[in-house]
């Protein structure tokens, strides 16, 4: 039996952020996903889309549906989101209402894909790791742990995600 396909929708947030010297400057760029993903050699079938290049801070509720939207009518059942982490919780949330019976996993990082020491590959790593074999539902793959991504929060203080109680 062949393996499920993953959907990728990026968002923007830190994980897709280029450093620009000339402006002193964080600025999301085109994303960097898919040369993630092939220099890790993912032979799963996947699709990137980009649907924005958006500080998570920015979203609103339009891109929150947008998201949604995408996730809900995409032909795939297993779904990673790249998303700043900032307000990757709220998000969640409006997937979780919105799309049943997906197992939809969102990350990010807590600094570039592009810097040497980054958590990028190794949380998209895990989101695609819990996207083939997490239940449906909406999860958060950060910080070296899947969370149920309604009972997660960012520790902005540690620089990490916890599990609520």
Same mark, same amino acid.
Do not use: C
């Given at each position: *039996?062949?393996?499920?396909? #993953?959907?990728?929708?990026?968002? $923007?947030?830190?994980?897709?952020?280029?450093?620009?010297?000339?402006?002193?400057?964080?600025? #999301?760029? !085109?994303?960097? &996903?898919?040369?993630?993903?092939?220099?890790?050699?993912?032979?799963?079938?996947?699709?990137?889309?980009?649907?924005?290049?958006? !500080?998570?801070?920015?979203?609103? !509720?339009?891109?929150?549906?947008? &998201?949604?939207?995408?996730?809900?009518?995409?032909?795939?059942?297993? #779904?990673?989101?790249?998303?700043?982490?900032?307000? *990757?919780? !709220?998000?969640?949330?409006?997937?979780?209402?919105?799309?049943?019976?997906?197992?939809?996993?969102?990350?990010?990082?807590?600094?570039?894909?592009?810097?040497?020491?980054?958590?990028?590959?190794?949380?998209? $790593?895990?989101?695609?790791?819990?996207?083939?074999?997490?239940?449906? $539902?909406?999860?958060?793959?950060?910080? $070296?742990?899947?969370?149920?991504?309604?009972?997660?929060?960012?520790?902005?203080?540690?620089?990490?995600?916890?599990?609520?109680?």
């Amino acid at each position: *039996m062949a393996p499920s396909p #993953i959907l990728v929708l990026t968002t $923007g947030g830190t994980i897709d952020k280029n450093y620009f010297d000339a402006l002193s400057e964080y600025q #999301i760029t !085109d994303s960097g &996903i898919p040369a993630l993903l092939a220099e890790a050699r993912v032979t799963l079938p996947y699709r990137v889309v980009e649907l924005m290049r958006k !500080d998570s801070l920015d979203l609103t !509720d339009a891109d929150r549906a947008l &998201i949604a939207a995408a996730a809900r009518e995409a032909p795939e059942n297993r #779904i990673v989101i790249t998303h700043g982490t900032d307000t *990757m919780t !709220d998000t969640a949330r409006v997937l979780a209402a919105e799309v049943p019976g997906k197992v939809i996993v969102l990350t990010g990082a807590l600094s570039p894909a592009r810097f040497a020491e980054t958590d990028a590959p190794f949380n998209l $790593g895990m989101a695609f790791a819990a996207a083939q074999t997490a239940a449906p $539902g909406v999860w958060i793959a950060m910080s $070296g742990q899947v969370f149920d991504a309604l009972r997660v929060k960012k520790d902005r203080e540690a620089g990490r995600f916890v599990a609520l109680p």
